[in-house]
């Protein structure tokens, strides 16, 4: 019976519904107009998508098996491990960093416009570098392996990227002076817009949501980063204000006339939970172990993906440049 209750309390985590069904289990229905009720009708919002997009996927017969298999392994794998060091790094972070901060946010509506542009910031730092340092490649290629775009994509995750990337982006939000209150507010507002934007092609066709695609970044835009089209590569890192991707001019729109290709280029197979997890850091073990020299063996833990030491680079920048010459 441990187990079923075990598992129960797993399936009401994964859905979000816990404080939900406290406030109705209280009877106390006023709590849902409070921030923490309001929060607690957000969260179950993604899980439900999820098995609704899983149902309709099933009724269409475009039912993605391998995704959502390997997802949910994954998802089973980080549930146990990488959250609890996440939510460390961030405490850390805070501790260190604060006291640096030249002055502190409030909750005005200036100041939450000013943190989430500063979130957008390290968000793109750790995404971008997660594209271009081999090394951390490693932590982010789990998350790219999905030859599908659905919403148990949100899941697929090496367990240290979350510490990876919550490091350099709290430490960035904190230095710049956002409070800790206001970063865990953006970090919830983040985490499910981050979430919604895996949306698949079963639920929602066309990702472009109207007008939005020209302001925000939207699920077409998300889904153009998912794609492993030369053009498409290595774009958009941002997350909901596409600010940073046109500073930094890796903004790509959707075209109508270039039909997405999911996945990474590495010959790999993404239903295989091995291969979509360790796949990329037995490569580049390879790679170092074969490479002529120190300084060699280095560079291919710092290079982009694709750097040789032979100079036959296959790189992102590389591919898209031969691609828009060849145009
Ligand atoms: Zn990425
Ligand atoms: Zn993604």
Known sequence: MEFLQTLFNEVIGFLGISQTLEILRSGDYSSFTTYDGIVSLIYPIIPLLLLLELILGLIYKKAQTKVYKVNFLIYIFNRF???????????LCIGLFQQYAPFQTTMKWYWIVYGYVVWELGHFVYHYLGHKVRLFWCLHSTHHAPEDMNLSVTHAHFFLEAPYADTIRTTICILLGVHPELLFLIMFIDGTYGAFIHIGENLLKNGR?????????????????????PLYMDTNFCNLL?????VFKTYQEEQHDIKIEYGITREMNSGNFMDVYFGEIVALAKDVWRAPGLANKFRYLVMPPGWS???????????????LESL
Not at 209 to 229: D, E, M, Y
Not at 309 to 322: F, I, L
């Open 209 to 229: 949501l109207g007008f939005l695609n020209k302001i925000i970044l939207t699920p077409s835009h998300h889904r153009v980063h998912h794609a492993k089209n």
């Open 242 to 246: 596409n600010i940073w991707d046109r």
């Open 81 to 91: 491990v990488g959250r609890f060091i996440a939510i460390a790094m961030v405490a």
């Open 309 to 323: 030491h032979t100079g036959e680079h296959k790189t992102a920048k590389v591919t898209r440049k031969a691609y």
